[in-house]
């Protein structure tokens, strides 16, 4: 008679809305146990994230982790170990946006942006591989502002996102040794809480006519960022690392008219 397969763990940050939640939901259906981290300070429920695992048959548990520190990104991969017993998976998805024109970007709004979406990430994998005992998994959430394009009033976000990049190309030698494979996924436009922002993103009509240049014609959906960091998280991706995926319906790839 066959074992049954041992349930993977994973932990997420961002994981109260967004990518980060519909990753936790796409983990459930995969049998991987999550922990998902959220800033006291954001808006969205993590309680929602915990509800919606449970009803696709996962098990969930969600922690204050600011990852602007290193206080939250360790608390966050201990306690994956001490509720499961173990950590294999590490999706660094929170992150903050702010439009700022180079004229108006201080020093703060530079240091600040970076602290998250850059060095969070770090912190993040940092805390998480430390815990990882066998073959893992880290799997970065960057932009296709920085990761591909150029976004004006945007340097800060951008820079950081192109950074994360390098960041998982480095860590995928690094790593390698230990069994521990790094990628990242780079989202299109996609349709969350952050894109919907009309004074930081696009906002709903922005989003709306960006689609119109898709060659898919509409902008995507968080299910399907997940879906790609589920591939590239799971053992069927055992040989990808240190790579890019970009999920963007088709965007980077079209020839303007």
């Known amino acids: 008679m066959t074992e049954p397969a041992q349930r993977r763990v994973a ?4 994981g109260a809305s967004g990518i980060g939640r519909a ?3 796409a983990f459930a259906a995969a049998g991987v146990d999550t922990v998902i981290g959220f800033h006291s300070a954001d808006p969205h429920d993590p309680g929602r994230t915990v509800a919606a695992v449970a009803a696709a048959g996962g098990r969930c548990v969600a922690v204050e982790a600011d990852v602007a520190g290193s ?31 180079l004229a108006d970007l201080s020093d703060a709004a530079w240091e600040g942006m ?57 860590l995928a ?13 780079i ?12 004074h930081n993103s696009l906002g709903p009509e922005g989003l709306r006519a960006a689609g119109a240049a898709i060659p898919a014609g509409r902008v995507g959906r968080p299910e399907e960022v ?3 960091i589920r591939f590239l998280c799971a053992p069927e991706a055992s040989y990808i690392t240190g790579q890019e995926l970009i999920v963007d319906g088709g965007l ?3 020839f303007p008219d």
């Open 173 to 185: 030698v690094e790593l390698a040794p230990r069994g521990i494979r790094a990628n990242s996924v």
């Open 114 to 170: 970076l602290g998250v979406d850059l060095t969070g990430v770090m912190r993040t994998f940092r805390s998480a591989a430390a815990r990882m005992t066998g073959p893992g998994a880290l799997l970065a959430v960057s932009s296709i502002a920085g990761g591909v394009y150029g976004w004006g009033d945007h340097a800060h976000y951008a820079a950081a996102k192109a950074g994360v990049l390098g960041l998982v190309r480095s």
């Open 187 to 198: 989202p299109g436009l996609i349709e969350t809480p952050q894109s919907l922002d009309e």
């Open 11 to 14: 932990v997420i940050t961002g």
């Open 226 to 228: 997940a879906a790609a």
């Open 23 to 25: 990753t936790a939901v």
């Open 252 to 254: 980077t790839v079209r």
């Open 71 to 101: 206080a939250g990104p360790e608390r966050l991969a201990q306690a994956a170990v001490d509720t499961y017993g173990g950590l294999d998976i590490a999706v660094a998805a929170a992150g903050i946006l702010r439009r700022a024109p």
